[in-house]
């Protein structure tokens, strides 16, 4: 029957239906089919399917849209409202948004966007409220003066100390008019809006009883929750409810039992609320809590809200944390992140002489936060380093912890993403050290992992390569699954992903492809959008290493559109620098007007790894648009990266790129010494995909000086040295260069 109310509503596509459906708690997979798609998707599917409805609606007939009290909007909502705002554009929709004027939000710039302070009413505009309430007849001229004082031209107050003064019975009616009954000191004035409210809820005993157990709920409740944990017989509810609704306290949506309920003002809620004892206040939250479980469809975050106001603490932690998790699976990392600080904020203050039971609870929740952060706010952000710091302060106070890997994994994990490379050098041997002995593979695996990438980074590619062989032999797929909460990534996604960039610098393409096949696999099966994120990243860094363009924007793509959806900081940062340098690589000089802009912001936040290949690829396809000018600066400016943070495994590449930029000024001996240095780096590190592109750069130099036997014997042994199909787009040239020197 839902259903079917359902489609009566919004029309009979099946892909709509079937985003809706479980939008609003109903299974329609029987009658839509199931949803074939993993939680970021549905995410983002429902977002564009809500905004489709609102723009079908608005080709009938114009819409007007509101959302009341931005100030306590949810991150999600937020989103929602700013995907609108891209859609109403070109329709025949007003959106109509209040909020108090500390709310602060931008709409992300939209041109459409009007904003309108709202001042208090004047005299005239009270004195068309309170004629309104005194069906027209005219109030004292004195009365009149105490309401525009008292309420400072506020709807509210205006409307209940006129309702106060009217109810006082100090008004007599003469005529058009009221006059005073007496004295005008006899007349009990409130002072303030809250003293308003509470003197009609007084004046309403004993509903008022029935106003402020519904104040528990909150400013929306049902008949069948209030039913449940109120005392009276559903008639004298229904009753009550009725003399509510006639004091203009409530409002009603339908018929009991099926009715809700919705206080006039949120501020009417409140004073209900805080009139009651702090004990009755707790055992009422205690009810409805008991009531809600009963209900497998209520979300957690709405039990926490009723176990925290009924002091049990522990079980709300629980339910933040819990709240946290389904907030992830969604994916909304804004709500993880808030549910987890509450949980946080609850615990802590429990903490001063709390035994180690306690200490462990707040040392996850702590972790659990600086891993959200990581898909949030990347794994180099202020915030994330400053989560897994608070761990780390927890985990000494407690000794031996298992979580203590997690928190150096985070800490380490920030150090290389800032590019404090010598750093995560250090504490990546020592972490390596600490855990490889242990039982746990799965941190084994990971502390490998991460101390290749540490060791990469700084082009020591042999030794980076031992420690991702070993993270790859202790990770086992089905026993490392759903450890993104705990490590921020997919196990598989991690352990495969920057395992293929080293093999491709090392030369061993087959296996680096491989690899990064896997890496695909396990990012697509994850349902992690973090984890699909970095697929893509890894994705875009190897495309750009093999100079495939057609995967170079394939990723790109899916990565800004990703990273965008689900304002992933750090990734959004990235995909602008790898969207620059496609437009670009397209031709447009203003390609590489937005990668410096890009470069600029991602540089601001600290996080610098990866910047300095992309700084060498930027300066090689401003030379390729003409710019020789500017792919120098770019490549001076890849140069001061690298020599500040040490972030050299594209120190070899940017040479050659040097002597590309040399050669197009004619300059043929600078050219020739940059060749000689980047094959002297390449040599160093073991990256023979450096060593053999300089190789063939060198010798097509030499070739074109008359040194045949020199480039003979320069390419020859490097040719050897690399397997029959690795690298097969550089051994072809290899092949052909030496065909023709050999003639």
Request: proline letters at 3%.
């Amino acid at each position: 029957i839902r259903l079917d109310k359902l489609e009566k509503l919004l029309g009979s596509d099946q892909d709509t239906l079937r985003l809706v459906a479980p939008l609003l708690g109903l299974d329609g997979e029987a009658r839509y089919g199931a949803l074939d798609l993993t939680p970021a998707q549905q995410r983002a599917h429902t977002m564009k399917a809500l905004a489709g409805l609102l723009a079908n609606q608005a080709a009938e007939k114009p819409v007007l849209m509101v959302f009341e009290d931005l100030h306590w909007i949810d991150p999600t909502s937020q989103e929602l409202l700013d995907i609108l705002l891209d859609q109403i554009t070109d329709q025949r929709i007003m959106i109509l948004a209040t909020a108090r004027p500390t709310f602060e939000y931008g709409f992300g710039g939209h041109p459409i966007v009007t904003r309108f302070a709202l001042n208090r009413l004047g005299k005239d505009q009270i004195g068309a409220i309170v004629s309104k309430l005194t069906g027209g007849k005219a109030l004292p001229d004195e009365i009149m003066e105490i309401i525009a004082q008292r309420t400072d031209g506020v709807p509210l107050f205006v409307e209940e100390l006129t309702k106060t003064i009217l109810e006082s019975g100090a008004l007599k009616e003469g005529g058009e008019r009221y006059i005073l009954d007496g004295p005008l000191s006899a007349i009990a004035i409130p002072t303030t809006l809250h003293d308003s409210l509470m003197a009609r809820l007084d004046r309403l005993n004993p509903i008022k009883e029935v106003a402020q157990t519904a104040a528990c709920i909150g400013r929306e409740f049902s008949h069948g929750l209030l039913s449940q944990i109120s005392p009276l017989p559903d008639a004298e509810l229904s009753e009550a409810m009725e003399g509510l609704i006639a004091a203009e306290l409530i409002y009603r949506r339908g018929l009991p039992p099926e009715a809700t309920y919705l206080f006039k003002h949120a501020l009417v809620r409140d004073a209900a609320y805080e009139s009651l004892l702090k004990e009755r206040r707790r055992a009422l939250h205690t009810r409805i809590l008991v009531a809600l479980e009963a209900d497998r469809d209520i979300a957690p975050e709405v039990l926490a809200v009723h176990a925290e106001a009924a002091n049990h603490t522990e079980r709300a932690i629980d339910l933040w944390e819990a709240a946290s998790t389904a907030a992830l699976g969604r994916p909304a990392f804004d709500e993880a992140i808030s549910h987890l600080k509450h949980a946080i904020r609850l615990i802590t203050p429990q903490l001063e002489n709390s035994d180690s039971g306690m200490l462990t609870r707040a040392l996850s929740l702590e972790v659990q936060l600086g891993a959200t952060f990581m898909a949030r706010s990347g794994w180099g952000a202020d915030e994330t380093k400053a989560a897994f710091e608070q761990a780390l302060v927890l985990a000494d106070r407690i000794g031996e912890t298992p979580l203590r890997f997690s928190i150096l994994y985070g800490l380490m994990t920030t150090r290389y993403l800032r590019a404090d490379h010598v750093e995560a050098v250090r504490h990546g041997e020592a972490f390596v050290r600490l855990i490889d002995a242990a039982s746990d593979t799965a941190s084994a695996a990971t502390a490998n992992r991460s101390y290749g990438v540490a060791l990469t980074n700084v082009g020591r590619l042999a030794e980076a390569q031992h420690h991702y062989d070993r993270a790859l032999a202790l990770f086992d797929a089905d026993r490392h699954k759903g450890l993104e909460k705990q490590y921020g990534i997919d196990m598989g996604v991690g352990v495969n992903g920057f395992l293929s960039i080293n093999l491709a610098l090392l030369g061993d393409s087959k296996r680096a492809r491989k690899h990064f096949r896997d890496v695909e696999h396990y990012g697509m099966n994850s349902g992690h959008v973090g984890s699909v994120c970095d697929q893509h990243t890894v994705g875009a860094l190897s495309a750009l290493l093999w100079q495939d363009e057609l995967e170079f924007k394939r990723h790109s793509n899916n990565l800004a559109f990703l990273a965008t959806e689900h304002s992933l900081v750090w990734f959004q940062q990235f995909s602008s620098l790898t969207q620059s340098l496609l437009l670009a690589g397209k031709g447009d000089h203003a390609g590489i007007a937005n990668y410096i802009k890009a470069d600029a912001a991602i540089v601001a936040t600290e996080s610098k790894m990866i910047v300095p290949i992309c700084r060498v690829e930027a300066a090689r396809r401003s030379l390729a648009l003409g710019s020789r000018e500017q792919a120098s600066e770019l490549a001076e400016m890849a140069q001061e990266l690298i020599d500040e943070t040490g972030e050299t495994y594209a120190l070899s590449d940017l040479h050659r790129l040097q002597a590309a930029i040399a050669n197009a000024g004619n300059d043929t001996e600078a050219a020739e010494r940059h060749l000689g240095t980047a094959l002297d780096v390449a040599r160093h590190q073991g990256a023979k995909l450096w060593e053999l592109r300089a190789a063939i750069d060198l010798a097509g130099l030499w070739r074109d000086q008359g040194k045949t036997a020199e480039a003979i014997s320069l390419l020859q042994p490097i040719y050897a040295s690399i397997a029959e199909g690795d690298c097969p787009e550089e051994q072809a040239m290899t092949r052909d260069l030496l065909a023709e020197l050999k003639v």
